[in-house]
């Protein structure tokens, strides 16, 4: 199985249905490079990224979708980022494990928070809902039920190689010149679909395998991949925003400040000499002598 990080778009033809099937390779062997992950939690961790990818496009959002789970189980926070030119980012908190559990064993009587940031400073948009069912799947159904109010089902499956997700979504319109049990006829074939399916057949292979007897319009598809925000310069705007005598006293402490990033583990460090420059410039210098 070659690395194949995409985001594959289709319609059936004729029908209200429209649907995407994303597989993440390389970007989810970056991810896990960072953090070792026990397979409970990387597991969930992926169908969460593989989501992330799905609900970003469904929701043609221009800036960022930010879904984080947090809970009362094993499985703390769960929290991933897609932006939308399709960048990802994501990490995980837990605790001890048990063997194996649904999604409400892990995470117990957790929340659900999506988010989406628009680009430009407008205004953000934040729904909060309970974590119901037994997979992340399932919750994010419900989510996508009460606040898009369209029919909406997905599939997600992750393991060590791969993270894969397919959502199917019954767009509104006049059906009455269409076929009225297109819908029900395409979930059940869909609800065919194995976990192994999913994660080790190609894009094409899929569909033709699943939707041989309908008629599907196959988009271009689009490429997916890690990416982290984190930055020097938003270091730089939060020890700004500390203040230089609060700075100052964390490195009599430590010896330097040094911030890292949880998401993709890069490390920040500034000592007396780069703080003295940073709150004496509008800018960071590119002479600084900032490590990282």
């Known amino acids: 199985m070659s690395d194949n990080d995409t985001l594959q778009k289709f319609l059936f033809e004729h029908t209200p249905i429209r649907g995407e099937l994303v597989h993440l390779d390389a970007t989810w062997k970056a991810i896990q490079e960072k953090h070792d992950y026990p397979p409970l939690v990387r597991n969930m961790l992926g169908e969460m990224m ?6 970003a496009a469904t929701l043609k959002l221009n800036g960022r979708l930010v879904i984080q789970l947090q809970g009362s189980g094993p499985i703390t926070l769960m929290v991933v980022e897609c932006s939308n030119a399709q960048e990802l980012r994501g990490l995980a908190h837990w605790q001890s494990l048990p063997e194996d559990g649904n999604l409400m064993t892990l995470a117990g009587d957790g929340k659900l928070t999506i988010t989406l940031e628009p680009q430009n ?26 606040s898009e109010q369209l029919d909406t089902y997905l599939w997600l499956a992750a393991n060590e190689q ?24 395409i979930i059940t074939l869909t609800s065919t679909v194995t976990s192994a399916e999913l994660l080790q057949i190609t894009e ?17 598809p689009s490429p997916v991949c890690f ?15 500390l203040g230089l005598n609060e ?40 002479s600084s002598t900032t490590r990282h």
């Open 50 to 55: 593989a989501a992330a990818v799905l609900l």
């Open 247 to 286: 700075v100052k006293s964390i490195i009599t402490d430590e010896g330097e400040v040094a911030v890292a990033c949880e998401f993709c583990n890069q490390k920040y460090a500034f000592d007396l000499v780069d703080v003295e420059e940073l709150f004496t410039t509008s800018t960071p210098s590119n």
């Open 204 to 220: 094409l292979e899929l569909l033709h395998r699943l939707y041989h007897e309908e008629v599907v319009r196959v988009f271009e």
């Open 121 to 146: 400073d407008h205004e953000r948009y934040q729904s909060i809902v309970e974590l119901k069912g037994n997979s992340l799947a399932d919750a994010l159904m419900s989510y996508l039920q009460q």
């Open 227 to 241: 990416r982290c925000s984190c930055s020097k310069e938003r270091v730089v705007s939060m020890l700004r925003s």
């Open 162 to 185: 791969r993270a894969s997700g397919l959502l199917l979504q019954k767009l509104p319109g006049d059906e009455a010149s269409q076929d009225a049990d297109s819908w029900n006829r």
